[in-house]
C-alpha cells in the first residue's frame, strides 16, 4: 500500500469528487484495507485560467509550497484534481523526486485502451486548459484529435464552471443542460470531462449513447493501481 | 483564514462526509475564500471499538503519528471525524498546542443552544462510544441525560455501521431503516447521530418529527465557525 498526495482544493469540491472516487474503486472490506491519502485542500492557489489568460497571479509558486508539504508528509505518488493545472506539469515533476501521476495522461490511457474510434472528440474544459494546449499537446502525441467547440459553446462550459465554483450549483447545473444539448447537435459521439467541475455536473444530465470520459474518474482508478496494488 | 487538520480515515467516507459539509458550510464565492485544509486520511488506525472492548490493538500511537504529520503542515486546528476516537481526546490534547475541536462538544453546545428540552434522547453510536462513555461523560457535566437503546437496538446499528464500513451500502441502508422504526416505537424525540458512518445512512429514512443532531454536521460548523471568521 502507498501513501497518495493529494493536491488539492482546485476546488475543493473536485477535491472532494476524487476523493470519493478514490474511495468507491478501492476494494476494501474494512477501513484499514483503505489507501492512506494526504489531501493538501489549498484553494489559495490562485485561479489557472486567468493566469493563462495574463489576467492573474501565477499558481506555480503555490503548487510548489503544496508539492513541498505533501513531501514532508512522505507520499509515495502525487496527484492534482485540476486540469488546467496540468499547465505547470512539467515543472512540477522536476522539482520532485515524487512520481506525479497526471489526469491528461489517465484519460489518455483509457481512450487508447477503449480501442474505439470516433469520429468527433469534444473536450469540456476551461479556456486555459486550450490555451495552454494542456490536451491537446498530450493527445497529439498519440494522434487522438480533439475538435474544439464553437464559441457559444465554449463560453457556456466556462459559464457553468465558474457558477459551479461560486456556490450556485443549481444554476450550474441549468447551464449545463443546456449547453450539453447543444453539444449533441453538433455530432460529437466522445466528450472528455476535462476540468473536475464537469462530473459534479455530469449526474444531472440524460443518459444519452455519447461516450464521456470522466477524466477525475479516471485519475482515481489510476491511483487505486498504483496506491493499493503498488 | 485559518488551516484546519483532520485526522481522519476512520472511515474514509466519514472523512470525505466532514469535508463535503465544510464546503459546503462555507459562504464562498469562488475557490480562493474556502478553508485550507490539511486530510490525512490515514485508514490504517486501528478498529477503535475493537481495542474498547480488549480485543484489538490500540489507535492510540497511530493518532499520535498523524498529528505529528500534520503539525508539520503548520495546521492551526484539529479535529477527528470519528466519535469513537474521542475516547483519546484528553491524552491527543496533552500533546499538542494546536486546540482540539471535538465532535462531542461541538454536538454538546448545538444541543444546549437549542433550548429545547427532550423527555428521551438517544445516541446513535458504537459499542466503543458506550465502554468508552464518550458522550455520557461529557453530557453529563452539563445535566443533559442519554438514554441508552436495549440492547437488540444497539447491535443493529452495529450492524449498519459496519456493513457500511465493509462497503455494503445498500444492505446497511436496509438494516438502518428497520433498526430506525424501533426506535421510534421506543419513544426517542431526539437522537444524536454519534457516529460518523450515521449520517451516510440518514439521507435514506423518511422524514420524521424527531430531532436528530447529526454530530459531523455539528463538527463541521464549528470548524467553519473557528476557521473561516477566525
Redesign the interface.
Known sequence: ?KRLGIIG?????A??DL??KI?RHT?????????????????????RTAFLKGLGESPLPYLLESIR?LE??NVDYLCMPCNTAHYFLDELRKTTKIPFISIVESTLESLVKSKKSYNKIGLMATDGTFIGKIYHRVFEKEGVNIVNFNTSIQQAIMDSIYTL???KKDEAVKLFIEVFSKIIDEGYDCLIAGCTEIPILLPYIEKSSIDIYDATELLALKAVELCYRG
Open positions: 500500500m482544493g482546485m476546488g475543493p469540491e477535491t472532494s476523493f470519493l474511495i476494494p476494501a472490506k474494512k477501513d484499514q484495507e483503505h489507501i492512506p491519502i494526504i489531501i493538501d485542500n489549498y484553494p489559495q492557489i490562485p485561479d508539504r514532508k508528509c465554483k461560486c456556490g
